[in-house]
């Protein structure tokens, strides 16, 4: 949530923002709104007070056997005026928040300005794609000649967009995010959680799915809500805390399976496993000071590359355009996979910096060591990487001329394998 101080400190900066992310500006709509709000809360808050007095002038008459009829009088009339006026101020606040909450993160000026994906800026290129003496097949066609992936079993049992893996290939997918887990944890300083697949409406609001996003969510019947990715438990695990500033940076990891609707999404890649209302994904969070977030930006982006270049996946690394950032993001990177199977770079994973977006609505903050005041956090997200997407590499980059597909030497420990093939891959 944006600081509603900073937009009355610095008059036009919101609607550019809002502009180069291809929204309508409401700064003086918001201004208006917060203008009466305050006025609704002043006269409500001086009712208060004068309902207080009069409490305390009425005990003093009856001590002293005085009139109080005067005061009886005063105190209907008030009563009945904070009756009307919290019934403004009800509305009032909720004129402001309809607002406020649906206002994105205002973006970093390091971030390139354009209305969609084509603005991106590509910053970095690591490995070269294969060259291949023959033509590379997609994922789901590797995985079906192999009988591993099926996904007429799981539409008629759940729908589309679901999957099953079968033997080795399950094994490959548990395997792949074991170890980003392990890399994770050893290597780059992430602390394994354990977290709820399962959260109330507060902590959605918190991460910025809520209220702008709900029908991409899948909500239960009790109010709750599956998490579509690991960034949401991870970040509220602060909720409502002041945290003391020797402790931060603080660094999450966590695998959980993830849920969407994947509203509006109709048409778009519906063959295979790349759009799935169900998927696995390793996510990375952190909680940071003001002054240490643009270095742990780095920091994670660089966690989750490693995996890619551990696993010997060619990848490039972006940076979003105002038009294509998330909607709590102040800057985000993307690391995009090359699948040769369809000759492109695709996302698979997204690390974004929040500033104190998400801090304001789960209220996490800390003590500054030198000024003693208390401070919201920073916090940042990223995918370390989505494991299914991470699986759809390895099998279109390590794929074979015969329909074999080689593991990645680095995964051997994990799969006790070191091939997909027709000859070990009978389901058992």
Known sequence: MIDIDFVRKNPGVLDIALVNRNKEPVEKELISKDTKYKVVLTKHQKLLERRNSITVEFDKCKRNSQDTSSLTSEMEVIRSNLNNIEKELDSAKNALQNILHNIPNIPSNKCPIGEDETYNQEIRRVGT????????????????????????????????????????????????????????????????????????????????????????????????????????????????SILSEKELPLRYTAYTPCFRSEAGSAGKDTKGMLRQHQFGKVELVSITTPDQAIFEHERMTESAENILKKLGLPFRTVILSTGDMGFSSEKTYDIEVWLPGQNVYRE?????????????????????????????????????????????????????????????????????????????????
């Open 129 to 240: 794609p294969k060259t291949f003496d023959f033509e590379p097949l997609e994922h789901y066609k590797l995985a079906e000649n192999l009988k591993l992936m099926d996904f007429k079993s799981s539409a008629k049992m759940a729908g589309a967009r679901f999957v099953l893996l079968y033997s080795k290939l399950a094994k490959l997918e548990r395997a792949l995010a074991q170890f980003m887990l392990d890399t994770h944890t050893n290597e780059h300083g992430y602390t394994e959680v354990y977290v709820p697949l399962l959260l109330n409406s507060a902590s959605m609001f918190g991460v910025g799915q809520l209220p702008k996003f709900e029908e991409d969510l899948f909500k239960t019947t009790v109010g709750s809500y599956l998490i579509p990715t690991a960034e949401a438990p991870l970040t509220n695990i602060h909720r409502d």
């Open 348 to 428: 698979i994973s997204s690390c974004s910096r929040c500033s104190t977006f998400q801090a304001r609505r789960v209220n996490s903050k800390f003590k500054n060591i030198i000024t003693k005041k208390n401070e919201y956090v920073h916090t940042l997200n990223g995918s370390g990487v989505a494991v299914g997407r991470c699986l759809i590499a390895v099998l279109e980059n390590y794929q074979q001329k015969d329909g074999s597909i080689k593991i990645p030497e680095i995964l051997h420990k994990y799969t006790n394998f070191a091939e997909l093939s027709k000859k070990n891959t009978e389901m058992v």
